[in-house]
């Protein structure tokens, strides 16, 4: 079974990710922040990260940076969430080594399927 963590600093927001995926049958850690999401995945293995941009604190365009970094090393596939949908911004976040961008704001029916697409695309 997938185990994927949400960091998204919205609550409500992350609360109708957590109960979408939850109805798929996946296993869902949430993280509020950028810090949070970063302890989380030293302490555990994710099949996939959900990522905000905009979060107090570490951003996720900074998480994605530690992440792909020498300290970190991950190799956790990651979906950037935001309402940030310039072409330079999605370019940014691609480049720091986001696997996946998702603009805000979507449907849960586009979550499922890009979140089925990403983890059986890495099967």
């Known amino acids: 079974m997938n185990r994927i963590l949400i960091a998204e600093d919205e609550e409500i ?7 979408t995926l939850e109805e798929e049958e996946y296993i869902v850690d949430e993280a509020e922040d950028g ?5 989380l995945i030293e302490e555990n293995d994710y099949d996939l990260l ?32 935001s309402a940030k949908s310039q072409k330079h911004e ?3 976040v691609l480049e720091a080594g986001a696997d996946f961008f998702m603009e805000k ?18 099967a």
Not at 13 to 19: E, G, N, P, S, T
Not at 105 to 121: D, N
């Open 90 to 92: 999605i370019d940014r």
């Open 50 to 81: 959900i990522l905000d941009y905009m979060m107090p604190g570490l951003t996720g365009l900074e998480v994605i940076q530690k992440l792909r970094g020498e300290e970190y090393q991950s190799n956790v596939k990651i979906l950037m969430l």
């Open 35 to 39: 810090e949070e999401a970063l302890k």
């Open 105 to 122: 704001p979507f449907s849960p029916f586009q979550l499922i399927e890009r979140v089925e697409e990403i983890l059986h695309e890495q």
């Open 13 to 19: 927001l992350r609360m109708l990710i957590v109960d």
